[in-house]
């Protein structure tokens, strides 16, 4: 394989496949990461707002509370309400409202935690309470419809921000009513802002773990994919090697098979050449024993002339047939364009009297083109075609259709007969030579018709086989290259 050769590109590709796997899975783990700390932050600010607004809304039912007025908690200017201020026992009482407790509170706890609360709205009565911009887009995002908002902000020093909702309750409406809010209205929100790294320095030591947990992800599949890489080289090499020397074997045998059959069929020819002129002096001195000496053989004499000229005949037939069957493969052709209607018409002109005496009908569709040899189509649907007439059925005149279907780059040919058919088990029995299925005496011939037919298909690069019902037919199949 071609990846054995390149064990080193191999190694590299699933690296990297593995790196980019590995870094997927990084990034989503510091995305789990990511959304802790903002659940976190969330869930820190929620608590924070609840605790407020809780705080306010006990304020605000109980009109306010008093507190010694002090340098931290001076009166609160922006109050405007009778008795606001009082003193009792040598000391100054200044009234507290919601929003100036929540002011109290967020210093407090700014000083304690590092967490910053503003409560403010668009159109606060106390210039300090102004919106930032961010707050700004947030009380609008309320306006839409949005009750609380949560963002990291990657400033310096990074920081999450939250801010609610703050909606008019009931208790509200004792100093807020002369301005027409309403029970439900949202005038307002309380941002609180959590310095990042209080929330991200303690998931610090997590995340440097699956850093090294990747890490060493990476580097075992990466030593796994090293030795996985390595084994399996070994492996096909060996599969390659052991494949090479099994080729070069099946190389060798081939070549020698094919010298063989080269030496055989020369053999054949040569062998069946030169037997053709001894037979004919078996025959003519046979001929001539009979004509002079036939008046005075007895019985058995002329029964055993008979057997020796019926066996010079029949060794002649088979010595053209041997000679023809090793020609198909000598012959020096050269394969072009035929068209097999062509072909057709002059095996029918050889077939004349066979057809004629078997009473035969020989019907065909239009026949296509097909790249090959004229005189060597001509002899396959010659034999084709006879052996159809010959092998006939007794209760029924014989009908042969020849048809051809396309068939990729090739041409599928069908020659169909109604004649006695073929048992199933000598499908591939009867392309073999000098093979016969019935006595001599009731077909004739030397069994070596359809060995010429597959040798001829063969040589055209195509193949031929049969389907037969013994009693009604048979088909013989045949595909020839297209022209």
Not at 52 to 61: G, M, P, Q, Y
Not at 163 to 171: D, G, Q, W
Not at 409 to 430: E, L, M, S, T
Request: hydrophobic share 45%; proline share 5%.
């Amino acid at each position: 394989m071609w990846w054995v050769q390149r064990p080193l590109f191999i190694y590299l590709a699933t690296s990297l496949a593995w790196a980019l796997v590995v870094g997927v899975s990084l990034l989503h783990d510091f995305g789990i990461l990511r959304r802790q700390a903002m659940e976190t932050a969330g869930n820190r600010s929620r608590m924070l707002f609840d605790m407020i607004e809780t705080t306010r809304l006990w304020n605000a039912r109980h009109g306010g509370v008093y507190a010694v007025a002090t340098d931290e908690t001076p009166p609160n200017p922006y109050l405007d309400v009778p008795d606001r201020d009082f003193e009792a026992l040598g000391r100054r009482f200044t009234l507290l409202n919601p929003a100036y407790m929540t002011r109290q509170i967020a210093e407090l706890v700014q000083k304690r935690q590092d967490v910053t609360f503003h409560i403010t709205s668009l159109n606060p009565i106390r210039p300090a309470n102004q919106a930032d911009s961010w707050e700004t887009q947030a009380l609008r995002r309320f306006d839409a419809g949005e009750r609380e908002v949560l963002e990291y902000l990657s400033e310096q020093p990074p920081v999450f921000r939250y801010m609610a909702a703050l909606p008019v309750r009931e208790p509200c409406l004792k100093c807020h009513a002369k301005q027409g809010y309403k029970v439900g209205d949202v005038r307002g929100g309380i941002s609180v802002t959590i310095p990042a790294a209080s929330i991200l320095k303690p998931m610090e030591a997590q995340r440097q773990q699956t850093m090294v947990l990747h890490l060493a992800m990476f580097l075992l599949a990466s030593l796994g994919t090293a030795l996985f890489v390595w084994r399996q080289r070994r492996h096909w090499l060996a599969l390659s090697a052991a494949k090479a020397e099994q080729e070069a074997i099946v190389a060798a045998r081939t070549a020698e098979l094919r010298r063989s059959n080269q030496e055989l069929e020369h053999f054949a020819y040569v062998a069946s050449h030169d037997l053709r002129e001894p037979l004919r002096m078996i025959s003519s001195y046979a001929a001539l024993l009979e004509k002079r000496l036939g008046g005075q053989l007895d019985a058995d004499g002329k029964e055993f002339m008979g057997y020796l000229m019926d066996g010079a005949t029949r060794l002649q037939a088979m010595i053209n047939d041997l000679l023809e069957y090793s020609r198909v493969d000598r012959a020096q052709v050269t394969f072009v364009p035929v068209a097999l209607e062509e072909a057709l018409e002059e095996a029918l002109v050889n077939l004349t009297v066979a057809i004629k005496e078997a009473g035969a009908r020989v019907v065909h569709d239009p026949l296509p083109e097909v790249i090959g040899y004229g005189p060597l189509l001509v002899r396959l649907l010659q034999n084709l075609i006879g052996n159809a007439v010959k092998y006939r059925a007794l209760d029924r005149p014989p009908v042969v259709r020849i048809e051809a279907v396309r068939d990729g780059r090739f041409w599928r040919v069908a020659i169909r007969d109604n004649g006695i058919g073929i048992p199933a088990d000598a499908y591939d029995r009867i392309f073999q030579i000098f093979q016969r299925l019935h006595a001599r005496s009731a077909y004739p011939g030397t069994g070596i018709g359809l060995a010429v037919c597959r040798r001829i298909v063969d040589r055209h690069g195509g193949r031929i086989w049969v389907e037969s019902r013994e009693g009604e037919g048979s088909t013989f199949f045949l595909t020839l290259p297209a022209a």
